[in-house]
């Protein structure tokens, strides 16, 4: 056998099935070529448009470079996030209807093959568009407006946030019922990864900015020092996101209920991540700066996910409340038990919520932006901020507890739920104490809205960043919530069915 | 090779499958009948694994169903009523797909993918889109689906509801030479005529329990516990119903003209004990056979059309 036909060999066992179907069908869909000529198009005719703007008689191309840097960079992660984030809620439920579903489902496919093999496919995808990216990616680079070293680290963050966006896809396809609501949430999921891209283009652009004006840490090593560090940062996102994924088998479970789950490597990871969250976090409170805070900002993003994915999942998924709700408790629990679902939601949404306004606050921050954060008391603001953590992990913590009782055959995560629940309540307790003695300006129903802390904290630019940036976070679990009262109010009707005395009963005989 | 027991299984209060049992050969076809919602979905589905009974157990080529799901579903292979397909997927892309999913690889998997591509005759079909397939031809890529792994039991739900008359003789013929091969089926229809014609076995379910079960003619001797008689004698007589009356195995006669029916009683020895007399008495018939019962028939006999 030549060394080709055992390469072939070699590939040809390993490849993932399922990662070449969806390739096959990714490249066949007129949905991507027209996402890839966006991708191509926009930037091109956003740049036509500045060219006449600049001076001719300037011989300095460096901002027409920044500028082209800036509009394909933002039109290929807004794109990116959300098509790749649709695309992949898109095809998980395609395999969940029952008429393909049966059929992966009575083979040997391990589910979280399959799972892995959606995260692959989109990511290759990922790939193919840097394409239609690169060339303005190196005209930007050819007029001076991109260092080559930023160009490769912005790619590996894109990467990192695809990745990112490619797994809440899948996740939010594989929980809750399909149909109408999922359609409604696939929307908002799109919206969401197209603001979170156009939140990370910002970041990116400042850094950027601050990378080539050598502001970023005062000094070019201190430059190079902080890439580095953000490509550390960005890699063990990216790891953690791998990782996760092959491990994690709540996927596995939905698809197929006779898998056993990997409950204690599962745990492991969680438990790590958390952590690892709180070493970041008292590592910012003693030495703040901007590279430890978007260096370790990634890590608050993961652990929120972990969180969303635990109790949301575990706890709270709706399809499993009312299967299990309507025929066994009584209605009036119901309502109850879906407002508990929503709130397991928006608990977990709102960490990533958060932890996105946190990088935009960072960027301001590196780019030596007007952010009065510098200039107030950072250790202040950071306890305002994880309290506001604490009051919501809370909260998540009473609802996941509560629909426990109300559900008891969903086994979320007890020790890490508890963990939080005892950090939450020793943070809530601290912000309290700073209430009284040092911040008689914030109070209580400034914390219900990331928006209004950058009101305080920010200038108009990072607001309207808070803005863009919590808007769909909180459109998504709104609407989910409507979703919910609709449910509850057709599982009450058919409950109230099942009791009428006429309902035919199993108990005839032949 | 297939072994239902005692089989219970509801969805809430509605008892889907009240324990139903029965058993299946090797290289025979079982037809599972049934009016909609007796429960022949969710025994298929049990046994391929998609659902777990609450009760009983099911055995397939000796291994239990609810315990070892991953040694069955290598065993078995299940064609729902209707399975989807992925738009933009060529017929050859979907079955190496599924060739590559149950772990060919290589030189086996192009040379089992033509074996059962010539045996379902979609070599024509192999560049077509999915979407673009008709019904008959999906049914065939389903089956040749389902054979890639080689399983030793197929269970097909619905294959022939849909089909034109040529389909369906097409794919009945398949089913037959399946069998022939030495693989079980289990077959679901609505189209009782069919199943009659080539299942070795029948399973009547109703309400989530077994009504009859049994060979063609087991499942007739339960419904009709009589032979029914035809006979045309060559001139009308008078006399003969007085000679058939007189047999203590012959019931309700009727006459119309030379054709007589009646319900015999006794067995095939006191049959051709009738038959002689009646020569013997100088009546003279130019046929004298047992009526057999249409799968139609039995069925009616047997179910209500309740439904749970």
């Keep these: 056998m030549t060394f080709v036909a055992k390469l072939e060999s070699w590939i040809d066992r390993r490849l993932n099935p399922v990662m070449f179907k969806e390739y096959v069908l990714l490249m066949r869909s007129k949905t991507l070529l027209g996402l890839y000529c966006a991708t191509a198009l926009i930037p091109f005719i956003l740049t036509s448009f500045i060219l006449p703007l600049s001076d001719p008689g300037e011989h ?56 892995w093999g959606k995260w692959q496919a989109n990511m290759l995808f990922a790939l193919f568009g840097f394409a239609a990216f690169l060339p303005f990616a ?78 970023l ?16 940062g960005a890699s063990l996102v990216l790891w953690f996101t791998v990782v996760y994924f092959t491990t994690h088998s709540a996927a596995a479970r939905i698809m197929l209920p006779a898998l056993n789950p990997a409950g204690i490597r599962r745990q492991a990871a969680f438990v790590c991540i958390l952590g690892a969250t709180l070493c970041a976090a008292v590592v910012m409170a003693i030495h703040f700066s901007p590279v430890t805070a978007t260096c370790l900002m990634p890590l608050f993003i993961i652990a929120k996910l972990l969180f969303l994915w635990e109790t949301a999942l575990d706890a709270a998924t709706p399809a499993r409340i009312t299967r299990s709700m309507a025929l066994k408790w009584k209605s009036l629990l119901l309502l109850p038990g879906h407002v508990c679902s929503y709130m397991a939601l928006v608990t977990g949404l709102f960490f990533i919520d958060t932890a996105s306004l946190l990088l935009a606050l960072a960027a301001d921050m590196a780019s030596g932006g007007s952010s009065s954060l510098l200039n ?88 309207m960043e808070g803005f863009l940036c919590s808007l769909p976070l909180w459109g998504f679990p709104l609407g989910h919530f409507l979703f919910q009262i609709r449910q509850f109010r057709k599982i009450r009707r058919k409950v109230a069915q099942l009791r009428q005395p006429d309902h035919p009963t199993a108990t005839l005989d032949v | 090779m297939i072994k239902v027991e005692s089989l219970h299984r509801s969805f809430g209060k509605v008892q889907a499958l009240q324990g139903i049992s029965f058993k299946a050969a090797a290289g025979r076809i079982i037809g599972l009948i049934g009016p909609n919602g007796a429960g022949k979905t969710t025994a298929m589905r049990i046994l391929a694994t998609l659902e777990t009974p609450d009760n009983g157990q099911a055995w397939i080529d000796g291994h239990p169903v609810s315990e070892e799901p991953d040694q069955i579903v290598l065993k078995v292979g299940f064609m729902p009523d209707c399975f989807g397909n992925y738009p933009g997927l060529r017929v050859h892309e979907y079955l190496e797909f599924f060739a590559r999913i149950y772990g060919l690889h290589g030189a086996t998997r192009r040379k089992i993918l033509d074996e059962v591509i010539n045996f379902t005759e979609l070599t024509k079909l192999l560049d077509r889109p999915m979407e673009g397939l008709s019904k008959g031809m ?35 013929e398949l089913c037959v030479a399946l069998a022939g091969r030495g693989k079980t089926l289990l077959i679901s229809s609505h189209i009782l005529s069919e199943l009659g014609e080539f299942c070795d076995s029948i399973v009547i379910l109703e309400q989530g329990r077994v009504v009859a079960a049994g060979s063609m003619a087991e499942v007739q001797q339960q419904s009709r516990p009589h032979m ?81």
């Design chain 1, 60 to 115: 300095n191309t460096f901002p027409l470079g920044m500028a082209i840097w800036s509009f394909s960079l933002g039109t290929f992660l807004v794109i990116g996030c959300s098509g790749l984030a649709t695309m992949a809620m898109r095809s998980i439920i395609i395999e969940r209807d029952p008429s393909t579903g049966d059929l992966l489902a009575c083979s040997p496919l391990d589910p979280r093959r399959l799972i």
């Design chain 1, 138 to 215: 190196a005209a930007s680079y050819l007029m001076g407006g991109m260092d080559l070293f930023f160009i490769l680290f912005s790619l590996l963050a894109a990467m990192m946030i695809f990745g990112l966006w490619t797994s809440v896809g899948l996740y939010s396809a594989l929980v809750g019922k399909t149909g109408l609501a999922q359609s409604v949430r696939m929307s908002l999921l799109g919206a969401g990864g197209g603001i979170s891209g156009l939140l990370l283009s910002f970041l990116l652009s400042r850094l950027s900015a601050a990378y080539m004006q050598g502001t």
């Design chain 1, 217 to 232: 840490t005062g000094s070019k090593s201190g430059n190079t020092l902080a890439v580095l560090a953000l490509i550390a």
């Design chain 1, 376 to 463: 107030n008391e950072p250790p202040s603001i950071l306890f305002i901020i994880q309290s506001e953590f604490s009051l919501y992990l809370l909260l998540g913590c009473l609802v996941t507890s509560i629909v426990r009782r109300m559900a008891p055959k969903t086994k979320p995560s007890t020790v890490p739920v508890f963990l939080i629940a005892a950090g939450s309540i020793l943070s809530t307790f601290y912000l309290i104490v700073l209430q009284k003695n040092s911040m008689p300006q914030f109070h209580l129903p400034l914390l219900i809205n990331p928006v209004w802390w950058t009101y305080f904290i920010g200038s108009p630019a990072t607001i």
């Design chain 2, 138 to 172: 999906r049914q065939r890529l389903g089956l040749a689906k389902t054979l890639l792994h080689d399983p030793k039991v197929l269970i097909l739900d619905e294959p022939a509801a849909g089909l034109d008359p040529r389909a369906r003789i097409e794919f009945r």
């Design chain 2, 228 to 308: 029914e008689i035809a006979a045309r004698f060559l001139m009308e007589k008078p006399g003969i119903q007085t000679l058939l009356a007189e047999s203590p195995f012959v019931r309700n006669v009727h006459l119309d003209g030379r054709l007589t029916r009646f319900a015999f009683t006794g067995n095939e020895e006191q049959l051709g004990e009738l038959a002689a007399q009646l020569i013997e008495s100088g009546h003279r018939f130019s046929t004298f056979h047992c009526v057999e019962e249409r799968l139609e028939d039995v069925f009616m006999k047997l179910t209500r059309g309740d439904v749970q």
